[in-house]
C-alpha cells in the first residue's frame, strides 16, 4: 500500500486489510500487508500515523520513498496487489510507471476516494483510470463514477461499489447527565479568516449557552502539519486571539475520530467525512448551512440528507434527522449491513488474482488522448511522458551514513520552511495584495 497523507493512509491500509480479509468464494491466504509513504508536502509525521489508530501495518517498518522508489520496490518484491492511496495526478503517474515496468506478473491494482468526492469529480477519476479497481464508497458514487468514465468513452468496468473502509464503532446510546457537541474541523473548508473564525465564535458561543454540555473542537493536525489538505489558518491560532478567551466547557481535541465519536451526542461539521462516521453509529449529525450550501464547501453534497441546518437552530435545541433514502445511497450501512459491503470488491480482486495473466494496464490519459496534460503528471513524479525514470531519478537512496542523515536534514529544513511558508508567509501576502 502506498499513501502520500494520513487520510490516505488510513483509507489504504484499512481498504488492504478490507480485501484481503472476510468471507470469500477464493481460498484462504496468509497476508501479510506493506506499507510506504510516498514523499511530498503531506507525508505524515509519526505522531499523525499513531493518532490515526491501528490499521494492521507496523509503523516502524513503514518507509518514505519517491515515485521511482517505489516502482524499484514493485518491481522486486513482487506484490500480488497495490492499493494506491493517493492524489489522482501520483495515481496516474504510478499506473503508467507500473505499466512501464513491464513486469510477467504485475499486481492487482486497487485505488478510490477516502471519503465524499464533492469537487474535481471528472479531472479525479480520469486521473484513476487504468487501475483494475476503482472503489466506490457508495451506490450514489459508483453510478456518478461510471457516467464519468462511460461518457468519455472510457472501460467503466472497473468501478466497485464498497463503503468507507473506516465505519465502525458502538451505536450511539444517550447517557444520562452528557451531552457532548463535537465540532470536526477540515483543513481547508472554509478557507477564509473571516468564515473560519465566524465558526470558531459561533462554537465557542454555543459553549457559553449551554455550559452544561461539553463542546468539543476536533482538529486534524497540529500547526505545520499537513493533512491531504492544506490548512492556512490553523483553529488553534484562531482560538488564541479570539476575544473573551474560552469557555471551561469548551476544549480543542486531537486523537483518532472514532474514539472521540465514542463520547459524542452531536456531530456538527461543515462537509468533513466524519459526518458519514457519525451517521454510520446513528449519532445526531449536523450539516452547517451558516456560510451557504455551496460546491466550495462541499456541504452541497448533503442536500437531501435532512442534515443542514444552522447554529441558530442548533442553539435553540434542535438535531437534524437523516432522511432515509439518502442515506441507503450514502454507503453509511446503518442497518447493518457494513459487514458484507467488501464482498463484492473481494470478491472481484480474487477473481483478477486468479487470472493467468493480467492485460496491461491501460489508462484513459495517454501521449495521444492528453499530450498537453499527461507530461506534466509525470514529471512531477520523475517519469518520463513513457512511464520510465527520467535520467538520474533512479539513483538509489543513500539510507545510512552521513549523506543519508544530511540529506534527511535538508529534507526535513525544507518540509518545514513550505509548512512556514505556506501557513504564515502565504496569507500575508494575500491580505497585502487585497489593501
Same mark, same amino acid.
Do not use: C
Given at each position: ?19 484481503? @480479509? ?43 520513498? @519517491? ?24 495515481? %496516474? ?8 515496468? +513491464?513486469?510477467?506478473?504485475? $499486481? ?66 444517550? +447517557? ?46 497540529? !500547526? ?9 489558518? $490553523?483553529? %488553534? ?10 469557555? $471551561? ?14 463520547? &459524542? ?19 445526531? @449529525? ?43 445511497? %450514502? ?8 459487514? &458484507? ?17 493480467? !492485460? ?59 509548512? +512556514?511558508?505556506? +501557513? ?12
Amino acid at each position: 500500500m502506498l499513501a502520500d497523507s494520513d487520510t490516505r493512509w488510513k483509507w489504504g491500509a484499512l481498504t488492504a486489510r478490507r480485501l484481503t @480479509t472476510g468471507a470469500s468464494s477464493g481460498p484462504v491466504r496468509r497476508t501479510d500487508i506493506s506499507g510506504l509513504l510516498l514523499r511530498g508536502r503531506a507525508t505524515p509525521t509519526p505522531r499523525q500515523l499513531a493518532e490515526v489508530g491501528d490499521v494492521g501495518i507496523d509503523t516502524d517498518r513503514v518507509r518514505e520513498v @519517491t515515485a521511482v522508489e517505489f516502482l524499484h520496490t514493485v518491481r522486486d518484491e513482487g506484490y500480488d496487489v497495490v492499493v494506491l492511496a493517493l492524489v489522482g495526478g501520483a495515481v %496516474q503517474a504510478m499506473l503508467h510507471g507500473l505499466a512501464a515496468l +513491464q513486469l510477467p506478473a504485475r $499486481p492487482v491494482v486497487v485505488t478510490g476516494y477516502v471519503g465524499v468526492v464533492y469537487e474535481k469529480l471528472a479531472d479525479g477519476l480520469l486521473l484513476r483510470h487504468g487501475a483494475d479497481v476503482v472503489l466506490a464508497n457508495s451506490r450514489h458514487d459508483a453510478e456518478r463514477f461510471r457516467a464519468v468514465y462511460e461518457g468519455v468513452g472510457a472501460d467503466a468496468s472497473a468501478v466497485t461499489e464498497a463503503a468507507l473502509p473506516f465505519l465502525g464503532g458502538a451505536p450511539h446510546r444517550p +447517557q444520562k447527565g452528557r451531552d457532548t457537541v463535537v465540532f470536526a474541523a477540515q483543513p481547508s473548508v472554509p478557507a477564509s479568516r473571516a468564515d473560519r473564525t465566524y465558526l470558531l465564535r459561533r462554537l465557542v458561543e454555543h459553549a457559553r449557552l449551554h455550559p452544561d454540555r461539553e463542546v468539543l473542537l476536533k482538529l486534524r493536525s497540529k !500547526p505545520g502539519e499537513h493533512t491531504t489538505h492544506i490548512e492556512e489558518l $490553523p483553529y %488553534q491560532r484562531l482560538a488564541e486571539r479570539l476575544p473573551g478567551g474560552l469557555p $471551561p466547557n469548551f476544549r480543542l481535541v486531537y486523537g483518532h475520530m472514532g474514539e472521540v465519536l465514542d463520547r &459524542t451526542d452531536l456531530l456538527v461539521t461543515v462537509s468533513s467525512t466524519a459526518a458519514l462516521e457519525s451517521l454510520h453509529r446513528r449519532i445526531p @449529525t449536523a450539516i452547517l448551512s451558516d456560510l451557504g450550501v455551496r460546491e466550495a464547501l462541499g456541504n452541497h453534497h448533503f442536500i437531501g440528507s435532512g442534515l443542514l441546518t444552522s447554529w441558530d437552530h442548533l442553539d435553540g435545541g434542535h438535531r437534524p434527522e437523516p432522511d432515509s433514502e439518502w442515506l441507503a445511497g %450514502q454507503g453509511v450501512a446503518a442497518d447493518g449491513t457494513y459487514a &458484507t459491503a467488501y464482498d463484492h470488491a473481494r470478491a472481484r480482486v480474487d477473481a483478477l488474482l486468479a487470472t493467468a495473466r493480467l !492485460p496491461d494496464l491501460a489508462p484513459y490519459y495517454t501521449s495521444a488522448t492528453a499530450p498537453g496534460y499527461l507530461p506534466g503528471i509525470l514529471a512531477r513524479h520523475h517519469l518520463a511522458p513513457d512511464g520510465h525514470p527520467l535520467p538520474g531519478a533512479a539513483a538509489p537512496r543513500e539510507t545510512g551514513g552521513v549523506r543519508g542523515a544530511v540529506r534527511d536534514a535538508v529534507r526535513e529544513a525544507a518540509r518545514g520552511a513550505y509548512r +512556514q511558508g505556506v +501557513q504564515r508567509v502565504a496569507p500575508v501576502i494575500r491580505r497585502m495584495g487585497e489593501l
